[in-house]
Structure formats: structure tokens, C-alpha cells
């Protein structure tokens, strides 16, 4: 159905604060515009593009850092951490990470997404994951965007700290996995080798 600018815009503004990580592209096939009305919209509305939205609501709820490695070596752009207890990250789907004879993902960059996710919420400098049970629940395409949450579980048997994390492109979950991680401040008191594997 075909909305008048006005309408359109107001619920493009509604959309946007909703699903503040909404794409352009996604924007104009709900609305069925063109990509450039939708920028436009934006424009007048004074809403950022997508990028600098990220970046907003990274530094406005994000007061904590990741302790266990850099965070451009975590496999996506984190956009929201609460140590110990969940985080989430996006990664955009683009030409080096597919098969180029059919665009579709290949699995190690999903799990690379998922597994740094679960390194980066760990509250400790160090943190190395002991073991992992992950499923691969549908195929990822070239320009698709996937969503990482991490939760942390608890403790297992051995006093590892257990993290899930269930990957998403829009409602869809893609990924799964659940990580037991070393820490060097194991409640059990092992002290872990920074070299070991």
C-alpha cells in the first residue's frame, strides 16, 4: 500500500527507533521505495545513516570495555556488553566471506562471530574457550546481516564458564552454539598457561 510522504516518514521514524539497526535497503522494500527516498527521508528527518546509529548506541550504553582481547579482534562490531552476563555483535555478510559460486556464508566466519562474542564477554584479561557444541541452523547469503547474543549460562561441572550464543539474520536463527571457557580466575582456583591450547 502506497503511503503519502508524510505517513511515510512518520513511520519510517517509528521503524527506525523500533529497529534502530535496520538497513536502508530492508527500509525501502518494507516501504517500497527506492533506496534513494529512503535516504532522503532520513535526510529530512535528521536520522543518521546506519553506521553512525551503531556507533551511537554503542557509546550511549556501552560504559564497559572488553577485557580478554582487543575489540577489533572480536569478528563483528559489538554494539552492546554487559561483562559477565550477555553481549551483542553484528556482521555484515559481504564478498570475502561467501563461496563465490553461490554467495552463501561460509561457516567459519559464523562461528569466528560467535566465539569472540563469547571471548569478549567474559569479565577477566584472559579467557580461551575449553570446548564448544555449535549447530548450523540455515544458510547465510552474501549482503545479509547476522546478529550475535551472547548469554552467559553459569558454571559447568569443572567450573568453566558457560556461554550460549544464537546468531540471527532478522527473526531467523542461523547459528548456535554453546562455549565452555577457561578463565585465569577459575573459581576453582586453576591457574591457566597463557601458551596452551
Known amino acids: 500500500m502506497k503511503r503519502n510522504k508524510k505517513e511515510r516518514q512518520q513511520l519510517l521514524k517509528e521503524t ?11 527500509l525501502s522494500k518494507k516501504f517500497q521505495v527506492s533506496i534513494q ?8 528527518l535528521s536520522i543518521p545513516e546506519l553506521r553512525e546509529r551503531i556507533k551511537s548506541v554503542a557509546t550511549t550504553q556501552w560504559n564497559e570495555t572488553v577485557k580478554a582481547l582487543p575489540i577489533d579482534e572480536v569478528i563483528g562490531e559489538v554494539i552492546d556488553l554487559e561483562l559477565d552476563k550477555r553481549a551483542i555483535s553484528i556482521l555484515d555478510i559481504s564478498p570475502e566471506h561467501v563461496f563465490s559460486r553461490n554467495s552463501i556464508a561460509r561457516g567459519h566466519h559464523l562461528f569466528a562471530q560467535a ?4 571471548v569478549a564477554v567474559i569479565d577477566d584479561e584472559l579467557a580461551l574457550t575449553a ?5 548450523f541452523t ?3 547469503k552474501q549482503g545479509e546481516r547476522v546478529v550475535a547474543k551472547a548469554e552467559v549460562l553459569g558454571l559447568d561441572a569443572k567450573g ?12 531467523e536463527k542461523v547459528f548456535s552454539g554453546t562455549f565452555n571457557m577457561f578463565r585465569s580466575n577459575d573459581p576453582k582456583g586453576e591457574s591457566i598457561n597463557e601458551n596452551s591450547d
Do not use: G
Open 16 to 26: 527506525i527507533e523500533e529497529m534502530p539497526f535496520i538497513t536502508d535497503e530492508h
Open 37 to 44: 527516498t529512503i535516504r532522503l527521508d532520513r535526510m529530512e
Open 115 to 118: 566465539n569472540s562474542l563469547a
Open 131 to 135: 570446548s564448544a557444541d555449535i549447530k
Open 138 to 140: 540455515h544458510q547465510v
Open 160 to 171: 568453566k564458564t558457560v556461554v550460549r550464543v544464537n546468531s540471527f539474520v532478522e527473526k
